[in-house]
């Protein structure tokens, strides 16, 4: 589904991303994790170039999306993607967040993107605060309205920028719940994460990355049972 070819990314004199060659297939998960600093989030951000590399090539589905031609707007909508912060629009209802773009782009009917709200908000557990105000909802909720909201343009693959950081530990286990459900219903993820116990129950791929490279690739068993790489080996001794 994503192919991502020498990708490079440089902000200045900072290499960021000095090479990465990796391939996503559909219905997989993959769990990125590593140190800060070591470019994970560029790396997520890169996929659906919200962040423009400075070489190298990504397809998304057999289409070069990195070429100047390319829509970058139309493949965005096959991607979905959750921040660390919500970027709820603080002046609408839960409700009229999720279906600004979908009737905006017109993709849905107001009726079909209603009802579509409102189905995806009962499997979150959230239909009472359809007509809720951002400000109404706790941190917990608010990162499972903003995933309803991905949802919402029915992407074909779902990044996850670290969705979990910003929020008190006791609401973590919801939002990653929320996640899972997805991933049990074969949609394709892409997640920066610090929550070790999800990339061992969730990932079919863990990535490790260190200093701008994938530095270990592997099923969640081996990378974390038999860590090879030195770096790795001090980044699970530090977080577990």
Same mark, same amino acid.
């Not at 994970?40 to 997520?44: P, R």
């Not at 965005?76 to 921040?83: D, K, L, P, S, W």
């Not at 009726?111 to 941190?139: C, T």
């Given at each position: 589904m994503i192919k991502v070819c020498n990708l490079k990314k440089s902000f200045g004199d900072n290499h960021v991303l000095k090479g990465i060659d990796y391939e996503i297939n559909q219905g997989e998960k993959i769990v990125v994790i590593g140190p800060s600093g070591s470019g994970? /989030?560029?790396?997520?951000r890169c996929l659906n170039l919200?962040?423009?590399?400075?070489?190298?090539? +990504?397809w998304f589905e057999d289409q070069l999306i990195t070429d100047k031609k390319c829509d970058v707007n139309k493949i965005?909508?096959?991607? =979905?993607?959750?921040?660390q912060h919500f970027n709820l629009f603080n002046n609408l209802t839960i409700q009229k967040n999720i279906t600004l773009a979908p009737v905006k782009l017109k993709l849905k009917?107001?009726?079909?993107?209603?009802? !579509?709200?409102?189905?995806? %908000?009962?499997?979150? @557990?959230?239909? !009472?605060?359809?007509?809720?105000?951002? /400000?109404?909802? /706790? @941190?917990?909720?608010k990162q499972r309205a903003a995933i309803v909201r991905s949802l919402?343009?029915?992407p074909k693959v779902m990044l996850f920028d670290e969705p979990t950081s910003a929020l008190d530990p006791?609401?973590? @286990?919801?939002? %990653?719940?929320?996640?899972?459900?997805?991933?049990?219903? =074969?949609?394709?993820?892409?997640?920066?994460?610090?929550?070790? @116990?999800?990339?061992?129950?969730?990932?079919?791929?863990? +990535?490790?990355?260190?200093?701008?490279? +994938?530095?270990?690739?592997a099923p969640p068993q081996e990378l974390f049972n038999t860590p090879k790489d030195p770096k790795l080996q001090q980044f699970l001794k530090a977080v577990l």
């Open positions: 994970k /989030s560029t790396f997520l919200l962040e423009t590399p400075t070489e190298g090539d +990504i965005r909508q096959q991607m =979905g993607m959750v921040f009917s107001k009726e079909e993107a209603n009802e !579509d709200a409102l189905r995806l %908000l009962r499997l979150v @557990g959230l239909e !009472d605060k359809a007509d809720a105000y951002p /400000s109404q909802l /706790s @941190g917990g909720q919402a343009m029915n006791e609401m973590v @286990g919801e939002v %990653l719940q929320v996640m899972k459900d997805l991933a049990e219903d =074969g949609m394709t993820m892409v997640v920066v994460t610090h929550e070790m @116990g999800f990339a061992r129950e969730v990932a079919d791929h863990v +990535i490790f990355m260190a200093d701008g490279y +994938i530095v270990e690739d």
